[in-house]
């Protein structure tokens, strides 16, 4: 229960409720595919690339090319959010709290949403005909190092332009399309190390300056997501992903759910219930990649 809505108490002309500086809404699922997922669990089916076979012969056989199939399975997680209204704080505030909660409840729903989708850029996928097997991020392939450098640049451990152009380099060199939306998401500790890491001269730096701005929202081919609710493998080690849209799959099993009405057992306190089904996957290694970057 909600033991400070005294703080919405009317206070002379103080007639709106304002809210506590948060993330209003997810920033990533429009960075992903998404899908509606109707059961606790669903595969996705994945079809592996092919080569042509050269034609050395007269009149020889038909060669039988086997096309790779792969599946992954997508599991749904619960979550819910409720919070009360007593009967005389409605009646003592100038406003009806109740809209301002939902929504409140919402925006928390949404950044869960994100939560999941992160965890799942790193997360073992489930694969195989039933999802018995597994895939692990490719640790070896799709990451950039906190200590990596281009051949004779200084040494920086936070984000700098060099590991960002080694994210470009790996995604490329996987055969991955430009026309597949490209994201890379960081702190707002790695954009001010881009700031100052990047001469005052450069296009490189105009181009970051103007990101802080506001003005562009994309760099190098990435489009940039600011976020702080990215995880760390260590203190002071941020994990910063990068990935392609295709590359990382949301499935929700209903849209956010709002229910607002009385609780009986609590002298028909009003509620403000949420609730939402959802889960991500990564649909493919060599789609998704991450950049350590020191905070230190």
């Known amino acids: 229960m909600s033991d400070q809505i005294t703080t919405a108490f009317v206070q002379q002309y103080r007639n709106n409720v304002t809210f506590l500086l ?17 059961a606790e669990f669903d595969y996705y089916e994945r079809i592996g690339a092919t080569e042509m076979v050269e034609n ?7 060669p039988l090319v086997f096309t790779p199939h792969d599946r992954r399975r997508l599991s749904l997680r619960d979550f819910d959010w409720a919070d009360l209204i ?33 965890e ?15 895939a692990a991020f490719d640790t070896a392939n799709m990451h950039v190092a906190i200590n990596y450098v281009e051949s004779g640049s200084a040494v920086n451990s936070g984000m700098t332009i060099a590991k960002l152009r080694k994210a470009r380099t790996l995604l490329r060199t996987r055969e991955v399309q430009k026309d597949d939306p490209w994201y890379v998401a ?13 001469s005052v001269t450069s296009s490189d730096f105009n181009t970051i300056k103007a990101l802080v701005q506001g003005e562009v929202n994309s760099f190098m081919g990435f489009t940039f997501i ?11 080690q941020r994990r910063c992903p990068f990935w392609i849209k295709s590359g990382m799959l949301f499935a929700s099993g209903e849209e956010i759910n709002v229910d607002i009405g009385p609780r009986r057992d609590k002298r028909n306190s009003t ?6 089904t959802y889960g991500a ?7 998704v990649g991450d950049i350590i970057a020191d905070e230190s």
């Not at 489930?126 to 097997?133: A, D, R, W």
């Open 56 to 62: 050395t012969s007269r009149h020889g056989d038909t």
């Open 22 to 38: 948060q993330q209003k809404g997810s920033l990533f699922r429009e960075a992903v595919m998404n899908t509606i997922q109707a």
């Open 120 to 134: 799942a850029f790193y997360a073992t996928a489930q694969t195989g005909k039933t999802g018995t097997g597994s």
């Open 281 to 287: 996957v990564r649909m493919e290694e060599f789609r």
């Open 226 to 236: 600011e976020s702080n609710r990215l995880t760390t493998i260590a203190a002071n």
């Open 86 to 118: 007593d009967k005389k704080d409605r009646i003592r505030t100038l406003i009806d709290p109740t809209s301002p909660y939902a929504i409140n409840a919402a925006w928390a729903a949404q950044r869960k949403q994100d939560d999941i989708i992160i």
């Open 271 to 276: 509620q403000v219930y949420v609730s939402n």
């Open 186 to 198: 960081m702190s707002p500790e790695q954009i001010q190390d881009l700031l100052q890491t990047t």
